[in-house]
T-cell receptor, first 112, second 112 residues
Framework: DVKVTQSSRYLVKRTGEKVFLECVQD?????MFWYRQDPGLGLRLIYF???????EKGDIPEGYSVSREKKERFSLILESASTNQTSMYLC???????????FGDGTRLSIL | QKEVEQNSGPLSVPEGAIASLNCTYS??????FFWYRQYSGKSPELIMF????GDKEDGRFTAQLNKASQYVSLLIRDSQPSDSATYLC????????????FGKGTSLLVTP
């Protein structure tokens, strides 16, 4: 089975902090994704990566950056956390184009 | 923005009945379609994917695809209370091939 592991289930940070969310997959997948999910807004794509050191903006990249230095690891960075970034963050991976994505357990992030 | 539309529900069905969940999409070039189940507070879990017109069956689940009508559906036979969850329809983005466009989900309630 595919295993996508997110570093924290719950995280509380303060406004202005730099926040790192980590995601690791163990299936040698090419593609990795970061989403946020908010009530009434559904899943929204922040960034994705289709190869090491490659990244593409999703629908809502503002206020975020990403890093993919190794194939199995994809990090989401909140440069200066704000309260409107309080959300559930979901990491996913897939092995190719038009393939299903497999999700981690999610990180519920609260910015105070 | 490529639209994926689902009725938000809740859709209520009695135990043992067939639940029918529907999804329409705007991206005419999409080739891959996915159904995810999401329990409250949990991450999405892949339950079905379909690439060709027609029906695809897996246990109690059947996915149906009609590309001409831009319509995909999920049938759940012999519904159980444990099927109560939100079901997300996802459609591969024909421009990128990597990203999925998600609907906001249909809430299903199976009553004993």
């Amino acid at each position: 089975d595919v295993k996508v592991t997110q570093s924290s289930r719950y995280l509380v940070k303060r406004t202005g902090e730099k926040v790192f969310l980590e995601c690791v997959q163990d299936m040698d997948h090419e593609n990795m994704f970061w989403y946020r999910q908010d009530p009434g807004l559904g899943l929204r794509l922040i960034y994705f990566s289709y190869d090491v050191k490659m990244k593409e903006k999703g629908d809502i990249p503002e206020g975020y950056s990403v890093s993919r230095e190794k194939k199995e690891r994809f990090s989401l960075i909140l440069e200066s956390a704000s309260t409107n970034q309080t959300s559930m963050y979901l990491c996913a991976s897939s092995w190719g184009t038009d393939q299903p994505q497999h999700f981690g357990d999610g990180t519920r992030l609260s910015i105070l | 923005q490529k639209e994926v539309e689902q009725n938000s529900g809740p859709l209520s069905v009695p135990e043992g009945a067939i639940a029918s969940l529907n999804c329409t999409y705007s991206d005419r070039g999409s080739q891959s379609f996915f159904w995810y189940r999401q329990y409250s507070g949990k991450s999405p879990e892949l339950i079905m994917f379909i690439y060709s017109n027609g029906d695809k069956e897996d246990g109690r689940f059947t996915a149906q695809l009609n590309k001409a009508s831009q319509y995909v559906s999920l049938l759940i036979r012999d519904s159980q209370p444990s099927d109560s969850a939100t079901y997300l329809c996802a459609v591969a983005d024909s421009n990128s091939g990597y990203a999925l466009n998600f609907g906001k989900g249909t809430s299903l309630l199976v009553t004993p």
